[in-house]
Every structure is written in C-alpha cells, then in structure tokens.
C-alpha cells in the first residue's frame, strides 16, 4: 500500500540523503523509480547546491552497505533497485563549490553587521525596525 506521501501509480520510493560537504544535511527525499539518474541528480541540486555536473552519487542499504554509483545518467533509477529507507549519498566534486569550507553550515565565516553602543543607543524605536539585519554591539 502507497503512503500518503506517495503518488497514485507512481512506483516512488523515499531515501535519505548525505552529502560530502553539509554535515547538518540529511533530509528525506521521494523519488520515482522511472526517473532516470540525471533527473535524480537534478532534484538532488535543487536541495543541496552541488551542481549536476559536479556531483557523484552513491547508493547506500539500509544496513550502510554501498549498492552502486550512480554513474550512468541515462538509467532509470530503478535499475539498482533502490528500497524504502535506503540512502543517497552526494559527493561533491568542485574543489570551489558553494558547500566546500563549511560556507553553508559554519555562520562564523559570515562576515557580521556590527554597530556600536553609542550607535545603537541613539535608534530609536521605528528607526530599529528599519534595520533588517542581525546586529551585534561592538
């Protein structure tokens, strides 16, 4: 019986999936078993930045066995047999990649907006909500 998630007479499966570069990254994605592997990978950009091109995916089990790499983009998906509960896992290839060096999980590589005590004592209330960035009082 199909989950709800699932679509009716679409042959769907849910994985998890990694990434090589976002510790933090693991969500739940559904895919068509006729989709093929470079349709999977697109889908696979849109939720992790890693572009098609630059992207290496591999086939986990449940029990963390790897099954395949996804090398052949012009296979249906349901050539290596995905199941229920099996991982995807995106390695990232492009040494100058949005996801290399923690630029998406670690906030401290981001420059901040720093205002001074003097600065942010002289606001007052409407001027405050005008401002629509994070602060921090120097």
């Not at 976002?22 to 349709?39: L, N």
Request: glycine share 6%; hydrophobic share 35%; charged share 25%.
């Amino acid at each position: 019986m199909a989950s709800r998630l699932q679509i009716q007479g679409d042959e769907s499966i849910l994985l998890r999936v990694t990434h090589s570069n976002i510790k933090s990254f693991s969500p739940d994605v559904r895919f068509s078993i006729q989709m093929t592997v470079e349709a999977v990978k697109e889908k696979l950009w849109k939720k992790c930045g890693t572009s098609v091109n630059s992207m290496c995916v591999e086939l986990y089990d449940d029990t963390g066995a790897r099954i395949a790499d996804l090398s052949d983009n012009t296979r249906p998906f349901g050539f290596y047999s995905p199941q229920d509960g099996y991982r995807l896992h995106v390695i990232d290839l492009d040494p100058s990649s949005v996801t290399s060096g923690g630029w998406l999980e670690d906030t401290s590589l981001v420059e901040k907006y720093t205002l001074s005590e003097e600065a942010y004592d002289k606001l007052d209330g409407k001027s405050w909500q005008n401002i629509s960035c994070m602060c921090i009082l120097s």
